[in-house]
């Protein structure tokens, strides 16, 4: 993925921001579609670059519906790996889009994946 085409939305005061931008210290987000707005704090994702089954694009956070099982469920919740420096599950990521679908994200629908 090109520097260009990176993607951010971001979680703040129990609302998803959908286009938004960073400011160097990565604590801070603004709107784009208000720019003069800066926010602090928030939970900032990233997009994985990559489309489900329905092209809906993928971010961290967002909660995938398999039509299989792997580690033994069909739902997953898609996270940055420091360890690993790749979004995870990986297996998902890699091999499966195709086969997946958003179904919702971890701040807004955090029962799916209780």
Not at 21 to 34: A, H, I, R, V
Not at 67 to 88: E, I, L, Q
Request: aromatic share 14%; hydrophobic share 35%; with cysteine.
């Amino acid at each position: 993925m090109s520097a260009s085409r990176l993607r951010f939305r971001a979680w703040h005061n129990n609302k998803m921001h959908s286009a938004v931008g960073l400011f160097p210290s990565g604590e801070s987000f603004f709107s784009y579609y208000n720019p003069d707005r800066c926010i602090n704090g928030g939970a900032i994702m990233q997009s994985t670059g990559l489309l489900d089954q329905d092209g809906v694009e993928i971010f961290e956070g967002d909660i995938l519906e398999m039509d299989f099982k792997v580690a033994g469920d069909t739902r997953h919740c898609v996270y940055w790996s420091y360890d690993t420096a790749r979004f995870c599950p990986e297996l998902i990521m890699q091999s499966y889009t195709d086969n997946a679908v958003v179904i919702g994200n971890s701040y807004e629908n955090p029962e799916l994946i209780e």
